[in-house]
């Protein structure tokens, strides 16, 4: 069997990065996490992605 477990993908998540917070910052990522029912680590790769969707459109 397998050594690896958990779903099969095709954008693997290899990497970590710790970040520090502020008590607001994660006041805010707990209640965006919360609402819309995403973890907290999908909610930070959105706001990637939509920072880096702006930037890009601006060049």
Do not use: H, N
Not at 7 to 23: L, V
Not at 33 to 45: C, D, N
């Amino acid at each position: 069997m397998s050594p690896r477990t958990g779903r099969p993908t095709t954008d693997p998540k290899t990497k970590q990065m710790p970040i520090r917070f502020s008590k607001s910052d994660i006041m805010k990522l707990e209640y965006c996490s919360e609402k819309t029912g995403k973890s907290q680590a999908e909610i930070v790769r959105i706001g990637v992605d939509k920072v880096y969707r702006e930037l890009k459109e601006k060049e």
